[in-house]
Structures are given as structure tokens and as C-alpha cells.
């Protein structure tokens, strides 16, 4: 027989072998890691980038996620996470936040199928971490620099 050893908790009902995942975003550290983040850059994006957008960012999608930065310093949503369009109720509340930016948003140019989107959020809710977050960003912000195909509804 062949078992799987790990974190993960496993249930048996009847034949049928049920494994429960440990998602990293759902774990302690990772959340406050990630609050902490979420309120230290939106502080710094505030009176950085907000102005800017304010000025100049009426028509571009992109610079109108700006206007969210409130939101996220509130807690009410994240820099990154699952798209703010993507409103299947599957795995929501293992999946954190909606945020501004993420792997879905940062590949949606590609036209992603739902089931696409789906694994980019599952993908994400299971190796949540700071470094993750901090090369998203950096990703959103170079399709927005160098391809200005970035489309984040």
C-alpha cells in the first residue's frame, strides 16, 4: 500500500482516503508576517505612490488599484491575493484575502481559464510567504513598467 507522509492530517472514510492540506497562508506567522507587510507598504504607498496616482491616474486600471491602498492598510484586503474580480466561493476561506495584485492577476493577460485561475490561488494559498509576496509585487510592477499589457480589472 502506499501512504503519505507530512504535516497533513488524513481521514479515512470507509476505502476513501481524505487528506486535509496545510496551507501556509492560514498559518500564524504567515498571517501576521503578512499584516505587518500589508500595513508597513501601504503606509510608504501612501505618501509615495497615492499622490502620483491621484494627479495622474484617472484612465489607467492599473494606477486605479492605488485608490485601494486604504482598504489594505484597513485590513479589509491585501497587496496580494486572490483577484478582487474572482468570485467563486471554492476554497475561499482557505485562500486569504482578495488583493490588489497576484499570480492570477499578474498571468490574467494570458486569458486564463477559470480552472487556471483556481490553481494560481491554490498555488498561492499553499506557499504563501513574504519573499512570495515581495517578487509578486515586483513582477506587477515591471508588466506594468516594461510590458504596459498588465490588464488587473
Given at each position: 500500500?502506499?501512504?503519505?507522509?507530512?504535516?497533513?492530517?488524513?481521514?479515512?472514510?470507509?476505502?476513501?482516503?481524505?487528506?486535509q492540506i496545510?496551507?501556509?497562508?492560514?498559518?500564524?506567522?504567515?498571517?501576521?508576517?503578512?499584516?505587518?507587510?500589508?500595513?508597513?507598504?501601504?503606509?510608504?504607498?501612501?505618501?509615495?505612490?497615492?499622490?502620483?496616482?491621484?494627479?495622474?491616474?484617472?484612465?489607467?486600471?492599473?494606477?486605479?488599484?492605488?485608490?485601494?491602498?486604504?482598504?489594505?492598510?484597513?485590513?479589509?484586503?491585501?497587496?496580494?491575493?486572490?483577484?478582487?474580480?474572482?468570485?467563486?466561493?471554492?476554497?475561499?476561506?482557505?485562500?486569504?484575502?482578495?488583493?490588489l495584485t497576484?499570480?492570477?492577476?499578474?498571468?490574467?493577460?494570458?486569458?486564463?481559464?477559470?480552472?487556471?485561475?483556481?490553481?494560481?490561488?491554490?498555488?498561492?494559498?499553499?506557499?504563501?510567504?513574504?519573499?512570495?509576496?515581495?517578487?509578486?509585487?515586483?513582477?506587477?510592477?515591471?508588466?506594468?513598467?516594461?510590458?504596459?499589457?498588465?490588464?488587473?480589472?
Amino acid at each position: 500500500k502506499d501512504f503519505i507522509m507530512g504535516k497533513s492530517a488524513l481521514d479515512k472514510i470507509e476505502d476513501i482516503y481524505l487528506m486535509q492540506i496545510e496551507y501556509n497562508i492560514n498559518k500564524k506567522i504567515n498571517i501576521f508576517t503578512k499584516r505587518i507587510f500589508d500595513i508597513l507598504f501601504g503606509v510608504i504607498c501612501i505618501f509615495t505612490v497615492y499622490p502620483v496616482a491621484f494627479i495622474g491616474g484617472k484612465n489607467n486600471k492599473f494606477l486605479r488599484k492605488i485608490y485601494y491602498i486604504p482598504s489594505v492598510i484597513k485590513g479589509e484586503l491585501s497587496f496580494v491575493g486572490k483577484p478582487t474580480w474572482d468570485k467563486s466561493s471554492i476554497g475561499k476561506r482557505f485562500l486569504g484575502k482578495n488583493g490588489l495584485t497576484g499570480l492570477a492577476q499578474i498571468n490574467y493577460y494570458k486569458n486564463l481559464s477559470l480552472d487556471e485561475v483556481e490553481y494560481y490561488n491554490f498555488y498561492y494559498a499553499k506557499n504563501q510567504s513574504l519573499l512570495l509576496d515581495i517578487e509578486v509585487i515586483l513582477k506587477t510592477i515591471s508588466l506594468f513598467i516594461f510590458r504596459k499589457r498588465l490588464t488587473i480589472e
